[in-house]
């Protein structure tokens, strides 16, 4: 009779649970065939049936069935212990009489028996349960694992076999209440005569308890006495006790080692994390990461900050059931032994086999799609390395202490050799571990425990390439449960065009701040810019031959009104300090130092210098540049007015000098805005400035004119140069509807209404809010009131210190303000206030995200909904949560200038107003587009727009709104 899946292989059934499911799988075979056989001989039936009865083997029906039964370290423990040991005992029982056809099936299956190797490993796996958590025998053979309790016992057999390994390997205490245990089970049917076939020349329990007991005695007192003892003496010890007590007070020996106090020594760090014991760091959060790759900016991956240095993250979701389905159900049939690390030099023994494992290489629609979710995650190229590997533990399954990169004494392989080193570490939890199967980094004192779906990723090296020693990690033996895991490593070469890592990007981003794009950033340039002046004013200290310029030069930014991030807030709020901020450290500081640098100062050059490194850019200057254009063009303000700090009719204290207005002048005429380069030229001439450079801007003003103009009009441009009043040039292009909503130039809307609602939901009734409905179709409704103080500051307090870029729609190049998500546990109720305006389900809805617009802040025209200019990758996304039905927008502050939100094809402005919120349906009664809910926000005059958004999707509302065709 031939057994299908009887093929030759040479595996470890303990290391996975994969390897215990088949091998249940052969211990089902092997029970049929013993039941065929008990059917022909009937002379054991009797013997052999009572057996099977004694087993309890159930018929698993399918894979979940089977795995969830040996998951559990008791189940697994007992089925390799059983087809170990029993086995050959009852083979040699069968050989005795008949049948040889089945005798021979049984042969075939012995073959696949555990070997020693196999029932050492189970062994040592129930060990390291029973350690690593400080487990108690009698708790574990009841069936009662860390606290929880499993309908599920040690036999008598199961328990004297760990008695037995424990008295083996010295571990006398532990041997003594495992003997014990085994002794105070009840007689089992048959007893006698199992062990008669299975134990035959086996000492007696009782001898073998003693053996125990008087080996950990005498362990002590050979402690007490004298260090140099070893496993000689403790045998002489126990014969001569043996042979020289009584029985009776070998009996009242044996009574009293209930009374034994086992002295268990101090939980290793190991120990401690397996447990749960590390300090849990309460300062880390958890949100959204949609800045790594563009996609994310659709469909974000939930991050969570498990430790910031070294940096480790857990992704969320990054796997889905279908995906887990299917590479399991491809990597179970190729799975081999699993090793402990890599190959050492010299190495003479054989590598610790943990787990199996499976390298997925065949293109599958599910591995392309993790893999491309791991590049998502880590922004890091997978080039070379398109394999992914599957593992799966067993009975106590675990991984020891080790690095994922090459240490000095390990052999490089053919992997490394290529791609470089082990750069970083995912590993991809495709399975919830009940209990146990944490991932444990002890320097770090970090635990980790699976999640199915979720992603561990770390670094493995530093910044500059070295080795980080405290990626040191571990997996924490597996109590109960099944644990599968998707490993991949990133390797070192095939990171070389992209940024080292991501931990770098938060601990040392080479990326350059842009100060412009928010004033949160803004104040920040002020408060170095205040750090500089004061370097400054010590080296003019120290510098009398030069006191007199670095003085004079000094006065410029040392703002020492500025005491107050109040006060900093409302100086950086005004676009001409912000501008004049901005253009003073960019060009004069370098400047400035190379005139200082004259006269050597080591000291303070260092500083200055370190100062130095975080002025703006020539891309944070520019975007300083477009945002005063901004407001100059879409304002339609008079330059000589902002030039003075007038503006749009509010007089401020400020004014610009000449090098900011011709510089601006500059940049409008790059731009081959020409007729507003001359403006500003013009302006600058009317301000205090050297002959030798009037001449040169007026040159500059003619030559702006004539490419505007008539080139043969030169005499006409000259003559306005002399007009001392400053009259304006016309303005030739009509204003566009957006530019009229910012002027505040749209007709009053006077015919819609403004009421308290308290329909939406019953909370409503108790506390009515305040609506005003802006539009009927599309939806357009501002709510007021609903976003209190006490929440706005704590949206700022939280985000203000780590804001990245916020870029302009599809446009990468435009960067508009500073944004970062608020940590969900922050937004409960203003999520739960959004469902009581809205009437809509905030299920899958993206995170709240909160912006500062800085310098002009401004986003151009722009839908919300998706549409076909938007980037293709985006179709999974849609599919699962369809497009964008909704948008809330919290005003949390008041600007005192511009900031307005404009839907140019309705007409309708809506100016910012601290505690409200604008809400608009994106799609139509059919869910499709609706091209007038198209909208911009003007550019900040003056002020800080701080806002919230959040964005509900369409596919959760079709029990709420649901859509139908029109």
Not at 381 to 397: F, H, R, S
Not at 829 to 855: E, H, Q
Not at 950 to 965: A, D, G, N
Request: proline fraction near 4%; hydrophobic fraction near 35%; charged fraction near 25%.
């Amino acid at each position: 009779m031939e057994i299908p899946f009887l093929e030759d292989f040479d595996e470890r059934y303990s290391s996975s649970v994969v390897g215990l499911l088949k091998l249940l799988e052969i211990e089902r075979a092997y029970m049929q065939a013993i039941d065929r056989y008990a059917s022909v001989l009937q002379q054991k039936v009797y013997v052999l049936q009572s057996y099977i009865w004694s087993l309890g083997v159930r018929k698993h029906e399918d894979f979940r069935e089977r795995e969830r039964f040996v998951s559990n370290p008791l189940n697994a423990f007992a089925l390799i212990r059983r087809l170990h040991q029993d086995w050959p005992a009852w083979q040699k029982y069968i050989n005795f009489t008949f049948g040889k056809a089945e005798m021979q099936v049984m042969e075939n299956l012995l073959s696949k028996a555990p070997t020693a190797s196999d029932m050492t490993e189970a062994l040592m796996g129930m060990h390291r349960i029973e350690k690593t958590y400080d487990l108690e025998p009698n708790d574990i053979a009841n069936g009662r694992l860390q606290g929880k309790q499993y309908n599920i016992q040690l036999s008598k057999r199961d328990c004297l076999t760990l008695a037995d390994h424990k008295l083996e390997k010295g571990d006398y205490s532990s041997a003594i209440k495992w003997f014990r245990i085994a002794m105070q089970e009840k007689c089992q049917l048959h007893g006698q005569r199992f062990d008669e076939i299975l134990d035959p020349k086996k000492e007696q329990v009782e001898t073998r308890y003693l053996k125990a007991i008087i080996k950990y005695t005498s362990l002590s007192d050979l402690s007490a006495s004298d260090n140099s003892f070893n496993a000689s003496q403790l045998d002489e010890a126990v014969e001569t006790v043996l042979n020289n007590t009584s029985t009776a007070n070998l009996k009242s020996l044996a009574q009293k080692a209930s009374e034994i106090v086992e002295l268990k020594s101090e939980p290793s760090t190991n120990d401690i994390g397996c447990r749960g014991l590390f300090p849990q760091y309460n300062k880390l959060s958890c949100r959204y990461n949609f800045t790594t790759t563009p996609f994310l900016r659709l469909a974000p991956l939930k991050m969570e900050e498990i430790s910031i240095n070294p940096y480790i993250v857990m992704y969320h979701n990054i796997a889905t059931d279908e995906e887990i389905e299917d590479l399991h159900q491809k990597a179970v049939p190729k799975m081999s032994n699993g090793y402990a690390g890599i190959v050492k030099k010299n190495q003479t023994e054989p590598r610790e086999i943990v787990s199996r494992v499976s390298w997925i290489v065949d293109e599958l629609s599910s591995r392309r799609r993790i893999n491309q979710r791991i590049v998502d995650a880590t922004g890091l190229d997978i080039v070379g390395v398109q394999a992914i590997q599957v593992a799966n533990y067993g009975l106590g399954g675990y991984f020891k202490g080790h690095y994922d990169y090459l240490s000095d004494d390990q052999i490089q392989d053919k992997e490394i050799t290529e791609m470089g080193d082990r750069l970083a570490s995912i590993v991809i939890y495709t399975g919830d571990v009940e209990q146990g199967g944490a991932t444990m980094f002890p320097i770090s004192r970090v635990t980790v425990f699976p999640q199915k779906g979720n992603a561990l990723f770390w670094f493995n090296l530093n910044n500059d390439g070295t080795r980080d020693p405290r990626s040191l990690h571990s997996v924490c033996p597996v109590i109960v449960g099944s644990r599968w895991t998707i490993t991949k490593w990133l390797h070192e070469k095939a990171q070389d065009t992209l940024l080292v890592s991501a931990y770098e990007m938060k601990e040392n981003d080479t990326k350059p701040i842009l100060y412009s794009t928010s004033v949160v950033s803004l104040m920040e340039l002020a408060q170095i810019e205040n750090e500089y002046v004061d370097h400054l004013r010590g080296y003019v200290d120290e510098l009398q031959r030069k006191v007199d310029y670095i003085k004079q030069y000094s006065q410029i930014g040392k703002h020492p009104e500025l005491e107050t991030e109040q006060q900093r807030t409302q100086f950086v709020a005004n676009p001409l300090n912000a501008f004049g901020l901005v253009r003073r450290a960019h060009e004069d500081w370098s400047k400035v130092l190379d005139f200082i640098k004259m006269v050597e100062n080591p000291a303070q050059f260092e500083e200055m210098d370190r100062l130095m490194a975080k002025a703006p850019t020539e891309e944070d200057m520019n975007e300083a540049l477009r945002g005063m254009a901004k407001i100059h063009e879409i304002y339609d303000l008079e330059p000589a007015d902002i030039a003075k700090g007038l503006l749009d009719g509010r007089q401020y204290m400020a004014q610009m000098p000449t090098p900011d207005r011709v510089l601006l002048a500059d940049y409008l005429y790059n731009k081959t805005d020409y007729r507003r380069a001359a403006q500003w030229y013009k302006t600058a001439l009317q301000n205090e400035t050297a002959e030798s450079q009037r001449e040169e801007i007026r040159k500059k003003y003619i030559i702006s004119r004539l490419k505007d103009g008539r080139s043969d009009e030169v005499e006409k441009y000259l003559a306005e140069l002399s007009q001392s009043h400053e009259e304006s040039l016309p303005t030739i292009h009509k204003p566009t509807s957006t530019q009229l909503g910012c002027r505040g130039l749209y007709p009053a809307r006077t015919n819609l209404s403004c009421h308290y609602n308290f329909k939406t939901t019953p909370f409503l009734r108790l506390a009515p809010i305040k609506t005003e409905i802006l539009n009927l179709e599309p939806l357009i409704v501002l709510h007021h009131d609903v976003l209190y103080d006490r929440e706005v500051a704590f949206a700022k307090n939280v985000t203000m210190h780590d804001m990245i870029d916020g870029i302009s729609g599809s446009n990468n190049n435009i960067i508009i303000s500073k944004f970062k998500q608020l940590d969900v546990t922050g937004t409960i109720k203003i999520d739960r206030r959004i469902a009581d305006m809205t009437g809509l389900s905030l299920t899958d809805s993206s995170p709240i995200l909160v912006f500062n617009y800085g310098l002009g802040g401004h986003f151009h025209e722009h839908f919300d909904y998706v549409d076909e200019d938007w980037d293709a990758d985006i179709d999974e996304f849609l599919a699962s949560y369809g497009n964008r039905f909704a948008t809330v927008v919290y005003f949390a502050s008041n600007v005192t200038q511009g900031g307005t939100l404009v839907f140019p094809r309705l007409q309708i402005a809506v100016r910012p107003e601290r505690g409200a919120a604008l809400v608009w349906h994106n799609l139509n009664n059919a869910c499709e587009p609706e091209p007038l809910t198209e909208h911009s926000v003007c550019p900040v005059i003056v002020g800080s727009r701080w806002v919230l958004t959040k964005f509900l999707f369409e596919k959760v509302q079709m029990f709420t709104k649901p859509c139908y065709k029109l």
